[in-house]
């Protein structure tokens, strides 16, 4: 391909550049010899890495951390949300459990529309018309009985503790729950009792304590999965939502499974990526951008030149329009996945994209060739032996619905926010979605969420994803990226900034020092638009070698944590 020499020029200049700010930005990664936890709140890393200390397994730790960040991340850790975990094994096996949330009995498509056919604000986002049947403890306890070593009262003790005996907040804590004070105050019988003091924000040393939700921990470690579903806390959760104006019912709860699902799988330059099917739409899209990207010499463009840039920005449009029109809960949608992940699908999007010119998003869409009809955290894990988990679970918006089950203290979801309410209108996220995702009685929304392992040769060589809503894939998939194709160690690619596109709205979103004045001025020059940066992710990452694919170890550490520095509450921590 050729470049007149002033974009050469300005390429090159780019790229050293934005090396450079990575370069100097970032630590090094943290480095172990036995196993790696990197969650976004530091006590539930600690909690994690006393598993694998006392013989447990990536799977006996994720569980620990599922439960342990209900407590100490409540913003986003849960009881009453659910996710997705990708899973792979020391002897090369591979699975992925589902536990999405699932839209009650009693949903109809139309829900959250008024008589004129609009779409009512807030009505899918707050209060408890806004939740969906949660899956957390589910998934929890299927992964611990399937691929655990250790009793669940061991796993779920520490998350007890930390709920009855309450733990000190440090500024990042305080933060988080800054962005539910008026929800609080507006929950003084429930949530407003917990976590304001006297009325008002709590502040940096003072003590959290969730008595209420110690005594539901203490419920599921006895009884399981049943002590969330049935008996008092299922109870709970179904008067407070008939008591105001939702529709779980107990029927919803006694219905909810789990679901065990074969990982999306692709290969990009050698490397092998397992990640989440549908419901998920993270392992899908981020394979197809892969494809496409895969036919650019993307380590010679640069990192973060404009030809580059241009050429990932392109494969992320055309990947999200098949995204939000062909992709669906499984159990309702055929999801035509091969088509998506066939290589040749990805030459014929690569011939669809001009060097130098960006695509218009309202012209890309279902049955324009090439495409023919055919908040959140996130956790990474690895143990001695090889065995990996990536966890990605979720209330939805912080704090999800902004509503209790009544003396439970379980924070519920806002998850049927994720359905098309109605075609053509934008969820929380921006997401224009279709037909394939709407609202149906039992129905998985569609997520974005992307827990990803990448192996070689079978063995596990990272682990990844992060929260962010339409922005999870994208974060992940650059993350990745960073690694493969540039370079990077494990903190330089999680450090790195950021950009997102996502085929509606128009605009790319582009983190501060993303790239240089130039260089956006010629993607502008090429029709590209820009705006400015969304609401930070929090990656959390693990490579496992070295703290680079072409590194050399550091003494006889074998895993590399990093841990994401746009929050100020997460831990990279081995042992």
């Not at 939700?213 to 008939?242: H, M, N, P």
């Not at 994208?474 to 085929?503: C, K, S």
Request: hydrophobic content about 40%; glycine content about 10%; aromatic content about 8%.
């Amino acid at each position: 391909m050729k470049f007149e020499p002033f974009a050469k020029s300005l390429i090159a200049s780019s790229l050293a550049l934005s090396c450079l700010m990575v370069h100097a930005a970032s630590v090094a990664p943290v480095a172990a010899e036995n196993g790696m936890v990197v969650t976004a709140q530091h006590l539930a890393s600690h909690v994690g890495v006393d598993v694998l200390k006392n013989g447990g397994n990536a799977v006996d730790a994720a569980v620990a951390v599922g439960y342990a960040l209900a407590v100490v991340y409540p913003a986003a850790g849960n009881l009453g949300g659910g996710g997705f975990m990708t899973i792979q094994l020391a002897d090369g096996r591979k699975t992925f459990l589902d536990f999405r949330e699932k839209a009650p009995l009693a949903a109809t498509a139309d829900m959250y529309l008024d008589k004129e056919g609009n779409v009512v604000p807030e009505l899918s986002t707050r209060g408890h018309l806004a939740v969906g049947v949660p899956g957390t403890v589910s998934g929890m306890e299927l992964a611990l009985q399937k691929y655990g070593t250790k009793p669940r009262k061991e796993v779920i003790a520490p998350a007890i503790k930390l709920a009855e005996d309450g733990f000190v907040l440090e500024q990042g804590d305080v933060e988080l729950l800054e962005y539910a004070t008026d929800v609080f105050k507006k929950d003084m019988k429930d949530s407003g009792s917990i976590f304001l003091s006297n009325g008002e924000p709590m502040q940096v040393g003072q003590k959290l304590v969730q008595k209420d939700l110690g005594k539901t921990l203490r419920e599921i470690s006895e009884k399981g999965a049943d002590g969330f579903y049935k008996g008092w806390v299922a109870d709970a959760i179904v008067t407070s939502s008939q008591a105001n104006k939702g529709i779980i019912a107990q029927a919803d709860l006694d219905k909810y499974k789990t679901r065990e699902l074969a990982p999306i799988e692709c290969d990009y330059r050698g490397y092998h990526v397992v990640s989440a099917p549908p419901p998920s739409s993270g392992g899908v899209v981020i394979c197809e951008i892969l494809n496409i990207l895969e036919g650019y010499p993307m380590k010679d463009l640069g990192y973060h030149s404009a030809q580059g840039m241009h050429y990932q920005i392109e494969a992320m449009r055309h990947a999200y329009v098949d995204r939000n029109s062909y992709l669906g809960d499984p159990d309702f949608v055929k999801n035509p996945i091969a088509h998506l992940l066939d290589k040749n699908y990805a030459t014929k999007i690569r011939a669809a994209i001009d060097p130098q010119k960006a695509g218009v998003s309202r012209e890309l869409k279902p049955g324009v060739a090439p495409h023919e009809g055919s908040n959140t955290t996130h956790y990474s894990i690895v143990d001695k032996w090889g065995n990996a988990v990536s966890v990605t679970y979720t209330l939805n918006d912080w704090f999800g619905a902004g509503v209790m089950a009544s003396k439970t203290g379980v924070i519920l979801n806002d998850e049927m926010d994720d359905f098309t309410s109605k075609i053509g209108v934008p969820n929380m996220y921006g997401l224009v979605q279709g037909e394939a995702n709407a609202i149906a009685p039992g129905k998985a929304p569609l997520s974005s969420m992307s827990p990803t392992i990448v192996t070689k040769d079978g063995k596990v060589v990272m682990v990844v994803g992060t929260p962010g809503g339409s922005r999870i894939i994208t974060a992940t998939l650059l993350t990745m990226l960073n690694v493969i194709d540039y370079g990077m160690n494990i903190q330089e690619a999680v450090d790195a900034p950021r950009f997102h596109q996502q085929w509606l709205p128009e605009e790319t979103n582009l983190e501060t020092f993303t790239t240089s004045p130039d260089t956006v001025k010629m993607l502008e020059s090429w029709g590209h638009k820009f705006a400015g940066p969304q609401d930070a992710n929090h990656l959390a990452a693990i490579l496992v070698g070295a703290p680079s694919l072409d590194g050399k170890p550091v003494g006889k550490n074998r895993f590399y944590g990093a841990n994401d520095p746009r929050r100020n509450t997460g831990l990279s921590l081995g042992y």
